[in-house]
């Protein structure tokens, strides 16, 4: 069995293949999981294009083997650049929380009073070499009031979520679980950045009525 694994993982971070190698990569998507409805937002929303340092600007699936160190999966990889199949499965998901009215993609032509803004720091498989390996995920949130050009809350967000097996298949459920945890702790904060600016913005709305 350890031979196995290591053969597995050798062919997994290097660049043979299980496949042909005229074979294209398959393709692995990021999706989370549904959220329960709420009607959370009155005003519009726009999901900004994550940053990512360039190792991570790839379609290609990162793995972390020390670091000071990045290598990627040789049998499989994303459909798109990661921060834009991030952006997707974000807007998907935020759609799905606060319905489709306010909730949009960041675009040059769009009127919008709220920006999220995200840095994709990490997004990586960790332990390649075992036979439980770990994804990493850690994303910077950052809401801004885009009107006034300010920023109204910032916080890092991370998840560690271990593979149930040594498989591409593990390997990519594992960031979708992971990627799902993340936004269960990032949607609440965000929800609460946005009552307490509303709560806010009525008292200044009332101060300014009373003088």
Same mark, same amino acid.
């Given at each position: 069995?350890?031979?196995? *694994?290591? =053969?597995? =993982?050798?062919?997994?971070? !290097?660049?043979?293949?299980?496949?042909?190698?005229?074979?294209? %990569?398959?393709?692995?998507?990021? @999706?989370? @999981?549904?959220?329960? !409805?709420?009607?959370?937002?009155?005003?519009?929303?726009?999901?900004? $294009?994550?940053?990512?340092?360039? !190792?991570? *600007?790839?379609?290609?699936? +990162?793995? $972390?083997?020390?670091?000071?160190?990045?290598?990627? %999966?040789?049998?499989?990889?994303?459909?798109?650049?990661?921060? @834009?199949?991030?952006?997707?499965?974000?807007?998907?998901?935020?759609?799905?929380?606060?319905?489709?009215?306010?909730?949009?993609?960041?675009?040059?032509?769009?009127?919008? @009073?709220?920006?999220? !803004?995200?840095?994709?720091?990490?997004?990586?498989?960790?332990? %390649?070499?075992?036979?439980?390996?770990?994804?990493?995920?850690?994303?910077? =949130?950052?809401?801004?009031?885009?009107? *006034?050009?300010?920023?109204?809350?910032?916080?890092? =967000?991370?998840?560690?979520?271990?593979?149930? +097996?040594?498989?591409?298949?593990?390997?990519?459920?594992?960031? *979708?679980?992971?990627?799902?945890?993340?936004? $269960?702790?990032?949607?609440?904060?965000?929800?609460?950045?946005?009552?307490?600016?509303?709560?806010?913005?009525?008292?200044?709305?009332? %101060?300014?009525?009373?003088?």
């Amino acid at each position: 069995m350890q031979k196995v *694994n290591l =053969f597995i =993982f050798v062919c997994l971070l !290097s660049g043979c293949s299980l496949l042909e190698n005229s074979e294209p %990569l398959p393709l692995y998507t990021l @999706k989370g @999981k549904p959220f329960e !409805s709420r009607d959370q937002l009155s005003v519009s929303l726009a999901i900004e $294009t994550p940053l990512s340092e360039a !190792s991570l *600007n790839t379609p290609r699936i +990162a793995v $972390t083997p020390s670091p000071y160190q990045r290598d990627y %999966l040789a049998e499989g990889e994303w459909p798109d650049k990661l921060p @834009k199949i991030f952006q997707e499965a974000l807007f998907e998901s935020l759609t799905q929380r606060w319905g489709g009215k306010y909730v949009n993609r960041l675009s040059a032509s769009l009127q919008t @009073k709220y920006v999220l !803004s995200t840095e994709i720091q990490d997004f990586s498989v960790y332990h %390649l070499d075992q036979s439980l390996p770990e994804v990493h995920l850690k994303v910077v =949130f950052k809401l801004i009031d885009l009107p *006034n050009r300010q920023v109204m809350a910032a916080h890092t =967000f991370s998840e560690i979520t271990q593979a149930s +097996a040594l498989r591409m298949d593990t390997i990519v459920e594992a960031f *979708n679980q992971g990627f799902h945890c993340l936004l $269960t702790k990032a949607i609440p904060w965000m929800e609460d950045v946005f009552l307490k600016e509303n709560i806010h913005a009525r008292k200044t709305k009332r %101060l300014g009525k009373d003088h």
